[in-house]
């Protein structure tokens, strides 16, 4: 008798291992620079205005002649993302296509590299400069003009967009496209008529994702003067006037509310129900599930949607254009360039006598986007499954199972349809269905609110430091995570959990080994992406002195030093690509 092999147990010592020690090793870190172990952090003196401003919210200011101005901020808001997003998404194609490495495939087979290292690092540079710097950097180009805030959005967003659908494009499958190319097409008319079809889905997709952040920016770019709902909120909170700023938080609430919803429902109909995962389309089970509703009726219904999205798109995009009558022909006049050509001769050479100032803030900044991600990463995973739609669902499906199965076998067919159009309406019980509302309106109303008025907010009850600012960070993109990880529990297919309740497992056992292993990877992906922007929105609290180098970046602007802002932009990109590239090698180690 042969006897047993030996189950070979995996090393303890692995990739999953260092990471989470580095990870507890740096938040260890990131709570020290923070002063956490050092000093006093509460302000008592600040808990009996955080008081004042939580019990505004059930008095908001709602005179006529303030929701007049509430409105019209509203409509400036609207107008600045959709006129930022119009630009980024031109930038985006072109540039996504000119950086995509199947296109210098399709061009040069022979020497696509060089182009496309060039054009790809050309794109790099302007990304990883927040918006909120490119708005204080035309301010002194334009002056005050709408122009700063669409152009503040459109660049870094046009280059983030870029990078997005170059990755689109390289994973899309390419038989169709190399067929083409054999047959003597031209590469424009072979993208034209395989791949752009084939990845328009996910780029539509992306496109709703990057409207709903620039709505975001929008209203943060309102706090550097160029108007709108985050002007209005600034003013509103400096004056102590918590009413009204209430009232604008409610409408900015609506604005971002609305905008998730229409992208929701119309992403769901053409087939894609995430935002932000490259190639997830609906599964077979989730694109055919209702057919007992009426099939026809439903495509019927979703080609009104799609018409009625594009006309209402179109309509949007002519009258945030006409609202804002921004000044285009700055651009081009001699004014706008010979105040260019000052800025950069100004700027040259990089002023280096900062550089151990510049060394402890990097620490800082670093510092200040781990603490952020840790906050944003615990809370969005917690939020995350009772704010998706299906989640509690199950628990009422898996109810319902036990008793179909002992149902006899001709009344269970007969009466197959009710029961299905039933489980996707009534399965969740009534205090299910308030727990599923109050976490998306939560993770609304934190991703909504802007970071620095987050940061003013905390350093009521903080002293200022970077733990006010980190904490702001990490409340804004909670929101953002819990929502984008809820939409992976609801694209997850149902079977594998069906038969783990066909075999016995409990409610909990279900959670433990069907979902949250399905679900982690992609969490611990969304969460390695949001630390990147962490790092970049370090910018927006340092505009209400929260630390790291946005607080000096900020100062150097606004008094003119651009020897300053050349020496300091280079530390804060080179601070960027470190995390991208950590981000990235972990990326590849956890899957």
Known sequence: MKPKAKIKRPSPLNWHTLWGFAFLVSLFWSLQVAGVFQQDLVNLGGITLVWQFLKAAFSPNLSAEFLQLTVAATLKTLAFAVCGTSLSVLIGMVGGLLSSQVWWCAVAPNNYRIPWLIIRAGLAIPRSIHEVIWGLFFVNIFGLDPLVAILAIAIPFGTITAKVFSEILDETPRQPLLALLNSGVSPSKAFLYTLIPQAFLNLLSYTFYRFECSIRSAA???????????YQILLSLQALRYQEMWTLLIALVVLTGTTDLWSSILRRRLGAPSRLDLHVLATREQATGNRQQGRKFNLFLASVLVKFSAIAAIVLVVFSFWYIQADFSQLLSSRSAHRLVSVWQESFPPDISQLRQLFTLSQQTLAMSILAITLAGWGGILLSFP??????????????????RQEAEGRRQEAEGRREISSEISLTPWWGMIVLVFSRLLLLFTRAVPEPIWALIFLFVLFP??????????????????????????????RPLRSLTALGATRTQVFLYGVLPRTLPRFL??????????????????????????????????????????????????LTFLVDLISAFVRRTLR
């Open 465 to 494: 430091g970077i733990l006010p600012g980190a904490i702001a960070l990490g409340l804004h993109n909670l929101g953002i995570l819990g929502r984008l990880m809820a939409e992976v529990t609801e694209n997850l297919d149902q």
């Open 220 to 230: 943060v770019l309102g706090i550097i003067g160029a108007g709108g709902l985050g």
């Open 387 to 404: 704010a998706a739609n299906n989640f509690l669902v199950q628990e009422g499906r898996r109810q319902k199972a036990g008793g179909r």
């Open 525 to 574: 992906a969304y969460l390695l992406y949001r630390w990147e922007v962490c790092i970049r929105s370090t910018v927006i609290v340092g505009l209400v002195g929260a630390g790291g180098l946005g607080r000096l970046l900020t100062e150097q602007l606004t008094s003119f030093d651009y020897q300053g802002v050349l020496t300091t932009l280079i530390v804060f990109i080179s």
